[in-house]
């Protein structure tokens, strides 16, 4: 009789409920990076690992809790993180209802990982359907627990990192000592137990050449950042603000399996903080250059540490895109959240500069940060324009379980998605039908979310911006972004304010 299978890494269908009409073609379908380095991690320690994609393969809440029991491990993870740092809170939704499915099917024992329960462990162990809550990065928690659940005579007590109840009470263990050595302890993702070829890339990623988001990978060359900012709940898993790194020789090692192996092309850098470390960027770019490789990256910056050495380095490996945290057109609302002293001077000098390289910028903006009005949040909008990016995601403002803005709303009695009455978790989700930011001194949630959905139809359908985007991708480009602007999410403020109307 063979051994049943010691972990189940699970992804749990979220993306239509989250992106709705969105998620059908034009949102990105990405690798699990968490499930990828947590099951080499347990393949290094003997343990037996596998992983389902429930997003990649199309599944159900029926079908995923379904190939769980067919599958039948010694322990089922579900693993609950987004396309963003801050998502993983919108996916617990998707989580829930494939767990409560498998209660009702079978006997195994579930834990829950990601950034949300790391924030709310005690509280997701009292209302989650799971066995075990994981506070922390997780591979340490779940090696134990598995050694526990192989030999019960091991307590849980004895596990680092774990939640679980205990006579009806519930009882959390010490955390679990944050991973040092990347390149040893977790040098890679399983890029094996995934199927490569049903990820793509974002719309925007592909503008060149649209029909090229295929395959996609989706590689981490850090964990953790540095920075504080109030409505980032990244570090929650970690327990503090650092940043740890992988060898660049490392990341050409996963590169060069990647492009060798899968041809893959099509590469986002998830870290937080990508564009910090000059030494680490100089040394994965420079490896790729050496390589001649013709690739499609994109990565994340800050407008305060953009170097030209840098940039040279990363248009010449292949770097076409950086994501910019602009956030607001308001200094007195961008030092509200600490998001660094940087003057609406130095965002246009930074913008201006990434693309004198030939990188085109994704900036990000949020409206309704806690000393917004709507006059901050025009200026926000107009100073989107005056970029004229070749990409802006346009964010509400949100408190994330995790970040320091959760705590203050709490304090504060802010109405949140998950108090009672509220939409609960998927009301966090900045695309869904509930979506339920928060509300400033001045403004109401429905005040912001209805700004935000109006802006977005300004800034894409600008004729400076669609022109910009012809002269740059051709009209290809243009004409998707039209496209994809008559297909909007739909949202309950307008549907409650049509049948009110009614």
């Not at 039948?72 to 993180?81: E, Q």
């Not at 740092?85 to 498998?102: D, Y």
């Not at 989107?384 to 995790?402: D, H, K, R």
Request: overall charge negative.
């Amino acid at each position: 009789m063979s051994k049943p299978l010691d972990v189940l890494l699970i992804t749990p269908p979220s993306r239509v409920q989250v992106y709705q009409d969105l998620s059908r073609d034009l949102a990105a379908i990405e690798p699990p990076v968490w499930s990828g380095l947590i099951a080499t991690f347990l393949r290094q320690h003997s343990c037996s690992v596998a992983i389902l994609d429930a997003e990649a393969e199309g599944l159900n809440h029926q079908q995923t809790a379904e190939r769980i029991v067919a599958i039948a491990p010694r322990l089922a993870v579900f693993v609950i993180y987004g396309q963003q740092p801050s998502a993983s809170t919108q996916c617990m939704p998707a989580g829930r209802k494939v767990c409560e499915i498998l209660n009702t099917l079978a006997d195994i024992p579930t834990l829950v990982m990601g950034t949300h329960p790391s924030a709310l462990p005690k509280r997701t162990l009292l209302e989650e359907p799971y066995t075990y809550v994981c506070q922390g990065e997780g591979p340490s928690t779940i090696l134990g627990l598995v050694i526990a659940l192989r030999a019960p005579q091991h307590s849980l007590r004895e596990v680092p990192g774990l939640w679980h109840m205990e006579k009806g009470e519930p009882v959390g263990n010490a955390p679990a000592q944050l991973l040092t050595n990347l390149d040893r302890e977790l040098p890679g993702q399983a890029w094996d137990l995934l199927d490569m070829t049903r990820y793509r890339a974002h719309n925007w990623h592909c503008f060149g050449n649209l029909e090229s988001r295929a395959p996609y990978a989706s590689l981490q060359t850090s964990l953790g950042c540095p920075f504080t900012c109030s409505f980032c709940c990244i570090n929650s898993p970690f327990g503090t603000p650092m940043l740890r790194t992988w060898s660049p020789d490392n990341v050409i090692a996963q590169i060069d399996r990647l492009v060798m192996d899968y041809g893959v092309t099509n590469i986002k850098i998830p870290d937080e903080m990508f564009v910090l470390n000059r030494r680490h960027v100089i040394g994965i770019c420079d490896r790729i250059i050496e390589r001649g490789y013709r690739l499609n990256i994109w990565a994340y910056a800050r407008v305060d540490t953009v170097q030209d050495e840098v940039l040279a380095k990363l248009a010449r490996a292949g770097f076409t895109w950086l994501g910019l945290g602009i956030e607001s057109g308001s200094q007195h609302v961008r030092d509200g959240v600490e998001k660094g002293r940087f003057g609406e001077r130095d965002i246009v000098a930074t913008v201006d500069k990434i693309r004198s390289y030939g990188i085109h910028v994704a900036a990000n903006y949020i409206f309704g940060l806690p000393d917004d009005t709507m006059e901050s949040m025009r200026a926000t909008l107009d100073l989107a324009l005056t970029l004229n990016t070749e990409w802006a995601n346009f964010y509400c403002a949100m408190a994330y379980p995790g970040s320091p803005l959760y705590t203050l709303a709490k304090q504060k009695q802010w109405a949140l998605p998950d108090d009672r009455g509220g939409p609960g978790w998927i009301g966090y989700a900045q695309h869904a039908y509930d979506c339920c930011p928060l509300p400033t001194e001045q403004l109401t949630a429905t005040q912001v979310l209805a700004f935000r959905d109006q802006a977005f139809i300004e800034y894409f359908t600008h004729p400076e911006y669609l022109n910009m985007l012809q002269r740059t991708f051709g009209p290809h480009a243009a004409t998707h972004v039209a496209d994809m602007c008559r297909r909007q999410v739909r949202r309950r403020y307008q549907d409650e304010a049509t049948n009110t109307a009614a």
